[in-house]
């Protein structure tokens, strides 16, 4: 997904400047592409610049989501924690109200009182004793309870942040959902508005990479762990684009990376911009199967390296799991995992 395709140079390079809304997407790209420009120019980079702008929020929506998911995690240890104190708290109250019984008990009339009338002052002596001792544990119960009431106080606006946190980030997926929705269901209007021929060339010209890159021939992965997730990402080839997945029958182009790692026994963030930070980062020009190549500035797009320079991803909606030249698009990073 994204404009990841090598279109044309006047539309491709852009990168993260050229984000904007879209519904001034095609006055933007009017604007830039040259007089001699045909309609068809001018539609692709319009399509380009919306996959991109749609990949960037697919992006941010993986991110909200993830973020959601963890959570829902911290509210559900939380309850678990607010269940453990309120058992504690009432456990302590019990207990002191053991206590004050005994304390009545031991100790119903004034002390002085109780010795005149004692018939065995030793004995008073003995259960004055326990008396003291008594109201010196429930002194300490008293505390403990205090201390557990304030635990669970703090633990309950904890988990009420949470929450708020959570309602939150709910919301920020579903605005994210809507916007990458909004921008890939105009690209597909304009692309479809194209002649079928001019429809295959957009395909074909979106497999075009750049000549300026260095030389990169084949090689092994870096590690076994590449390997294998090198093998895993082959086994992909094919699955369709399906933006906000992870696997194993459909992908976005992060979602891509993370299945195939953890195919490996590898656990990757789930964003192109957190994978791209999962690792050493190395120059392109030392690129092995396995490392990830990151795209844009803002490293919204992300692939992985395979040899002879060429990289797997998965594109675009209605492009699979595919090889393309790893000078697609602008290069920002490679990590090695």
Request: glycine share 10%; aromatic share 6%; hydrophobic share 35%.
């Amino acid at each position: 997904m994204g404009s990841h395709r090598r279109l044309a140079p006047s539309g491709f390079d852009r990168g993260a400047g050229a984000a904007v809304g879209f519904l001034s997407v095609a006055a933007a790209a009017v604007a830039v592409v040259p007089a001699a420009a045909t309609p068809y120019d001018d539609t692709r980079a319009t399509v380009d610049r919306l996959y991109e702008q749609a990949e960037k929020a697919t992006e941010a929506y993986n991110a909200a989501d993830e973020r959601a998911d963890e959570l829902r995690d911290e509210v559900g240890i939380a309850r678990d924690r607010i269940a453990r104190g309120q058992q504690r708290v009432n456990t302590l109250r019990d207990s002191l109200g053991s206590l004050a019984g005994a304390q009545y008990r031991e100790g119903g009339i004034d002390p002085s009182l109780a010795l005149l009338f004692s018939d065995d002052p030793d004995d008073y002596l003995d259960h004055a004793s326990r008396l003291d001792r008594l109201t010196a544990h429930q002194a300490g119960e008293l505390r403990e309870l205090r201390h557990a009431m304030r635990e669970l106080a703090q633990d309950r606006e904890e988990a009420a942040g949470k929450l708020r946190e959570l309602d939150r980030s709910r919301k920020a997926v579903a605005a994210h959902k809507k916007a990458v929705e909004r921008k890939l269901a105009t690209a597909r209007r304009l692309l479809n508005s194209l002649p079928e021929s001019e429809r295959d060339a957009y395909g074909r010209s979106s497999r075009s990479g750049r000549g300026d890159l260095p030389g990169i021939g084949s090689a092994t992965a870096a590690s076994g762990r590449g390997s294998a997730a090198v093998a895993a990402a082959r086994s992909a080839l094919g699955k369709p684009y399906v933006w906000g997945a992870n696997g194993p029958s459909g992908f976005d182009c992060s979602g891509l990376m993370q299945w195939s790692y953890a195919q490996a026994g590898v656990s990757l963030p789930r964003t192109s911009q957190a994978q791209r930070y999962a690792g050493r980062q190395i120059p392109l020009s030392e690129a092995r199967p396995g490392d990830l190549v990151v795209y844009r500035g803002d490293a919204s797009h992300v692939g992985m390296y395979m040899g002879n320079g060429q990289v797997i991803h998965a594109p675009y909606p209605g492009a699979p799991v595919r090889y393309d030249p790893v000078g697609m698009m602008p290069v920002s990073s490679v990590t090695r995992v």
